[in-house]
């Protein structure tokens, strides 16, 4: 297996590279947002309760997210591997992660994480907002989100620099050559 986590505060494009590098290599692209907003979407119980706390750009409970994936994990257990999207977004879930992955014989192989300043990040969510229809897409929720990114998901950087397997990308210029950074530090690893 070759399981990704793609790192980066809102709006780096981990979304955009994800697509692509499951693409390529035929991994099982799994989003944490994408998931909670087809719940919202539905009006499932879990959908009102992730919507309590996306609209204000804070962090649905670590418990809610890691049973989600739990069972997401075990769903695909024939994949060829994973990219992981907008998760872990806690060190707490970033052990999980490690502990479910291990049970299946396997780890978490490469983070890659994507650089971009803050006010690039500010305007691309600004621009998508307007024809996004994400209601975190605002910039009042848009600078609770990166307050949340700093405080909450920032210090997994550390967790992961200590595994070794942080890789830092530049996440500005266009999706293309950032794509084929991304692909490189792949290929490292995976001797492909
Ligand atoms: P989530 O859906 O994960 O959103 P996010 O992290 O805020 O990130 P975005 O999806 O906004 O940005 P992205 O990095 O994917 O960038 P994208 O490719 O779209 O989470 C939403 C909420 O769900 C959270 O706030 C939280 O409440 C909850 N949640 C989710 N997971 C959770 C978890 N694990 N634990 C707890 N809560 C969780 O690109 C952004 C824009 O920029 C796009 O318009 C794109 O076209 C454009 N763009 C991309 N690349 C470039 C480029 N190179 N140049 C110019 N523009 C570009
Ligand atoms: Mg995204």
Redesign the pocket.
């Given at each position: 297996m070759l399981n990704i986590v793609i790192f980066?505060?809102?709006?780096?494009?981990?979304?955009?590279?994800?697509e692509k590098i499951a693409e390529r290599y035929g991994l099982q692209h799994v989003?944490?947002?994408?998931i909670?907003?087809e719940e919202i979407e539905s009006s499932t119980e879990l959908g009102k309760l992730?919507d309590s706390?996306?609209s204000k750009?804070?962090?649905?409970?670590?418990c809610?997210?890691i049973e989600m994936l739990e069972e997401l994990i075990a769903r695909n257990s024939d994949a060829k591997g994973f990219i992981f999207?907008?998760?872990?977004?806690?060190v707490p879930?970033g052990e999980v992660l490690n502990q479910l992955l291990q049970h299946h014989g396997e780890k978490v192989d490469i983070v890659v994480s994507?650089e971009v300043a803050d006010e690039?990040l500010i305007d691309?969510?600004l621009?998508?907002g307007a024809i996004?229809g994400?209601t975190?897409?605002n910039r009042k929720t848009i600078q609770s989100?990166l307050r949340?990114?700093y405080r909450q998901t920032a210090p997994l950087k550390e967790f992961y620099r200590k595994q070794d397997v942080l890789k830092e990308i530049k996440?500005?210029?266009?999706?293309e050559s950032?794509f084929e950074s991304i692909v490189k530090e792949i290929d490292m690893i995976s001797g492909s």
């Amino acid at each position: 297996m070759l399981n990704i986590v793609i790192f980066g505060a809102p709006g780096s494009g981990k979304g955009t590279q994800s697509e692509k590098i499951a693409e390529r290599y035929g991994l099982q692209h799994v989003s944490t947002g994408e998931i909670l907003r087809e719940e919202i979407e539905s009006s499932t119980e879990l959908g009102k309760l992730a919507d309590s706390y996306m609209s204000k750009g804070e962090l649905v409970p670590d418990c809610v997210v890691i049973e989600m994936l739990e069972e997401l994990i075990a769903r695909n257990s024939d994949a060829k591997g994973f990219i992981f999207d907008g998760f872990p977004r806690t060190v707490p879930q970033g052990e999980v992660l490690n502990q479910l992955l291990q049970h299946h014989g396997e780890k978490v192989d490469i983070v890659v994480s994507l650089e971009v300043a803050d006010e690039e990040l500010i305007d691309r969510l600004l621009k998508r907002g307007a024809i996004s229809g994400r209601t975190d897409d605002n910039r009042k929720t848009i600078q609770s989100r990166l307050r949340v990114y700093y405080r909450q998901t920032a210090p997994l950087k550390e967790f992961y620099r200590k595994q070794d397997v942080l890789k830092e990308i530049k996440g500005v210029g266009s999706i293309e050559s950032i794509f084929e950074s991304i692909v490189k530090e792949i290929d490292m690893i995976s001797g492909s």
